[in-house]
């Protein structure tokens, strides 16, 4: 098991591929980040789902709980079935590249070229 501290992007990436779970049991973030970078590791996720993160569908690239009981059952239904957590890492990277920033970019920017066009023409 590893616990990662103050690391670089690219090390704390090298470090999630060494993992087979993340394990997210924090209360005090806003919208984690880090679940995303989670996902696009291959990794399953257990996080509490007060937070409604995109980044996991609850029982298919992870699970979201609602109390720390639950997090701990979760997570050693993950740690114990070899076969889950691997269905769950392979959903987990798949569902990760809807989130590739590059494209969400380039989607941005065609609304915002398409919109910007017709409000020429109506000038």
Not at 22 to 32: A, C, D, I, K, T
Not at 61 to 71: A, H, M, P, Q
Request: charged fraction near 30%; include cysteine; hydrophobic fraction near 45%.
């Amino acid at each position: 098991m590893t616990f990662v501290g103050h690391l670089s992007q690219p090390e704390l990436a090298e470090e999630m591929r060494k993992a087979d779970v993340f394990f997210f049991p924090s209360v005090l973030e806003g919208h984690p980040q880090v679940l995303g970078q989670a996902a696009a590791c291959g990794l399953p996720a257990v996080a509490l789902e007060k937070y409604r993160p995109d980044y996991v569908v609850n029982g298919e690239t992870g699970y979201l709980v609602k109390s720390d009981i639950e997090l701990s059952q979760k997570l050693g239904a993950l740690l114990s079935d070899e076969d889950l957590r691997l269905r769950m890492s392979a959903a987990a990277a798949r569902h990760a590249l809807q989130f590739d920033w590059d494209k969400v970019a380039r989607d941005w920017e065609s609304v915002f070229v398409e919109a910007a066009g017709k409000r020429r023409k109506r000038h």
